[in-house]
């Protein structure tokens, strides 16, 4: 069964950090472009982070650059996403998607057709 597993969530206090895994089975990431998205209460759901299927092309949401990290371990077939100096508006249940050798970071949302259940990230105090 081909699924996307997010994890890495939890409750850390302003400034901290996490760092969310989006791992597969059943199928190989590196025909993917992956994108991390986040959805908070009575919130539209926002494209945080993104890399392309050959991981020449990482993008960030003005909100989360110079804080936030994507990579790629192919060999794991994961792709991460480094969190760090956390705020309390960061707090969402986190995403990550793939889009089929999608070259283009950011790809249309309609493009990444494969999504996790999601993993929440809270940051209060």
């Known amino acids: 069964q081909e699924q996307l597993v997010e994890s890495g969530g939890g409750l850390v206090q302003p400034g901290g950090s996490l760092r969310l895994s989006c791992v597969a089975s059943?199928?190989?990431?590196?025909?993917?472009?992956i994108g991390w998205f986040r959805q908070a209460p009575g919130k539209e759901r926002e494209g945080v982070s993104c890399?392309?299927?050959?991981?020449?092309?990482?993008s960030y949401a003005d909100s989360v650059k110079g804080r936030f990290t994507i990579s790629r371990d192919s060999a794991k077939n994961t792709v991460y996403l480094q969190l760090n100096n956390l705020k309390p508006e960061d707090s969402a249940v986190y995403y990550c998607a793939t889009a089929y050798l999608t070259i283009a970071c950011p790809a249309p949302t309609s493009d990444y057709d494969r999504w996790g259940q999601g993993t929440q990230v809270t940051v209060a105090s």
């Open positions: 059943g199928f190989t990431l590196e025909n993917y472009g």
């Open positions: 890399i392309n299927v050959n991981d020449m092309s990482r």
